[in-house]
């Protein structure tokens, strides 16, 4: 049987340069950049396996692409992560609320989808509405369709629907925590 959490609840805090994380960490944020489709926000990490984090928010998509920037050995055959979620806008504060469901992107290679098992626990718990999780599912769907169709090239399936997504070229990694 699946675990089931808690949606998790995101905030970004234009105006103070702040990220508060699901578990309530106030993460301050490099560079915030507010485009007419989305919301970039660029950070660092103090996560043992990743010291670096870059996301895109889209609302119209309901999708928060990712770049997880890796330690040394704890690398991930993944190019690019999506977390399934509503996001709204409200002044100077963009809220993400995960809808479990994540798709697990590697250029050249077919789309994987993830955690769908949390998206049936959590629906038939009653953490979500009937209505999200059929938002969720559709907006999986169509981000598959629509990766796959792109030559399983996340990237080029974004900017073929107006949303051209720029990263970083250069990071620093944060160090990890120390416990």
Same mark, same amino acid.
Not at 42 to 64: I, N
Not at 119 to 126: D, E, M, V, Y
Not at 160 to 165: E, T, W
């Given at each position: 049987?699946?675990?089931?959490?808690?949606? *998790?609840?995101?905030?970004?805090?234009?105006?103070?340069?702040?990220?508060?994380?699901?578990?309530?960490?106030?993460?301050?944020?490099?560079?915030?950049?507010?485009?007419?489709?989305?919301?970039?926000?660029?950070?660092?990490?103090?996560?043992?396996?990743?010291?670096?984090?870059? #996301? $895109?928010?889209?609302?119209?998509? #309901?999708?928060?692409?990712?770049?997880?920037?890796?330690?040394?050995?704890?690398?991930?055959?993944?190019?690019?992560?999506?977390?399934?979620? #509503?996001?709204?806008?409200?002044? =100077?504060?963009?809220?993400?609320?995960?809808?479990?469901?994540?798709?697990?992107?590697?250029?050249?290679?077919?789309?994987?989808?993830?955690?769908?098992?949390?998206?049936?626990?959590?629906?038939?718990?009653?953490?979500?509405?009937?209505?999200?999780?059929? *938002?969720?599912?559709?907006?999986?769907?169509?981000?598959?369709?629509?990766?796959?169709?792109?030559? =399983? =090239?996340?990237?080029? $399936?974004?900017? #073929? *629907?107006?949303?051209?997504?720029? $990263?970083?070229?250069?990071?620093?990694?944060?160090?990890?925590?120390?416990?």
């Amino acid at each position: 049987m699946t675990e089931v959490h808690h949606v *998790k609840t995101e905030t970004f805090h234009l105006d103070t340069a702040i990220n508060i994380d699901p578990k309530g960490f106030e993460r301050q944020v490099d560079t915030f950049t507010v485009t007419d489709f989305g919301l970039y926000m660029a950070r660092g990490a103090d996560h043992p396996k990743f010291g670096y984090l870059e #996301s $895109w928010l889209l609302p119209e998509l #309901s999708l928060r692409a990712n770049i997880f920037h890796f330690r040394p050995g704890e690398e991930k055959h993944q190019h690019f992560y999506f977390d399934v979620a #509503s996001i709204t806008v409200d002044g =100077d504060i963009w809220t993400t609320r995960d809808f479990y469901v994540d798709l697990v992107s590697f250029t050249g290679e077919p789309v994987e989808v993830v955690d769908i098992d949390e998206l049936a626990a959590a629906t038939s718990a009653g953490l979500i509405t009937a209505e999200q999780a059929e *938002k969720a599912i559709e907006t999986t769907l169509l981000a598959v369709e629509g990766i796959t169709r792109a030559g =399983d =090239d996340a990237m080029a $399936w974004l900017a #073929s *629907k107006g949303y051209p997504l720029t $990263w970083a070229d250069q990071i620093q990694l944060q160090p990890a925590a120390t416990q």
